[in-house]
């Protein structure tokens, strides 16, 4: 099983699930969280994110298929394990013109638990890339509400696909642990339902 946790970049989300993994841990819950990015600079032959960062929307785009595959292996090796997906549903090219956006995978309606978006204020996510100065991310509010608004859509017409819940999450300055916290509530009462099915 898996949780997907989507948002656009800036909006926090390894930083929830880093706190997510710790309180999970107290509680005896094995999780682990699954990122693309490693797989695909491993795909590219490359060592670093911020030289995937650099390769073309369409070159990454070519590799996500065999990422996909290795994930759904990955998922079939461990059933036991609930993944952390973190991941986007939209991913803009460094123009900020085209996108692509995250295909649903055959297994999807079988694995997946459910769909959290993170959001933020656009001027919240906005600082955080100030502080973070990475060049895929654009310094724009305009930019970065389109950012929003794209997510959004696509989480929602992919969780009403997959017949998925789908929960947004404000995601704040100082709210990560409560955030964190919110998450695991979830994925307890989610655990509970599955053992009384």
Sequence with gaps: MFLYIGGIPGVGKSTIIRSLEIKAAKENIKVEKMAGTPILCKLAGLKTAEALRRLSEEKREKLRPRMYDIIHET?????????????????????GKEFGTRPIQSWDKELMMGIIVL????????????????????LSLDFIKKEIKKEAE???????????????????????????????????????????A
């Design 119 to 138: 959001t933020a204020r656009p001027e919240t996510i906005l600082s955080r890339r100030m502080k973070d100065r990475r060049p895929d991310r654009k």
């Design 75 to 95: 998922l079939r090796q461990k059933p036991d394990t609930l993944w952390i997906f973190d991941g986007h549903f939209c991913y803009f090219d460094w123009n």
């Design 154 to 196: 696509i989480a929602k017409l992919q969780a009403e696909t997959l017949e998925k819940p789908l929960i947004f999450i404000a995601n704040e300055d100082g709210k990560a642990g409560e955030n964190a916290e919110k998450i695991l509530q979830l994925i307890k009462k989610k655990k509970a339902r599955s053992c009384l």
